[in-house]
């Protein structure tokens, strides 16, 4: 099961509420992410050149568990993109390379104060 901060899981479970009442059903994919796994998803994306891009190690909101990446059905991303905005999440399908699956606290933290917050104690499985 992914994990995220406490803050961003509750912000989450509006959304995965909202996003149903729109009849869209959504699932969590990868949360929080240790700097090397964040090192395999470079690796990884290096390689094979698709699947969106991903931050230098340490730079991304989900070393901090403030990012996550979801599945939703049916596939309408601006819809999901529409409720997560709304909710307040930056959302990854305004990245110039377009990651709709992908949200994070963006819109109202920076990587740092992200990095300054981060507490591993406060991960919840979502
Ligand atoms: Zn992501």
Redesign the pocket.
């Known amino acids: 099961m992914p994990r995220v901060d406490e803050l961003f899981a509750e912000m989450y479970a509006m959304l995965v509420d909202e996003a149903a009442r729109a009849g869209l059903a959504v699932s969590a994919r990868?949360g929080y992410r240790t700097f090397q796994e964040q090192a395999s998803v470079l690796k990884r994306r290096g390689q094979f050149g698709r699947g969106g891009t991903a931050a230098p190690v340490g730079r991304s909101y989900?070393n901090y568990g403030f990012?996550l990446?979801v599945a939703i059905t049916p596939a309408r991303w601006d819809r999901f993109g529409a409720i997560a905005e709304g909710l307040g999440f930056r959302w990854?399908g305004r990245f110039s390379k377009r990651?709709p699956w992908?949200i994070d606290l963006g819109s109202f933290l920076t990587i740092d104060e992200a990095r300054d917050i981060f507490d591993r104690a406060y991960l919840r499985e979502v």
């Open positions: 990868d989900h990012a990446d990854g990651e992908h």
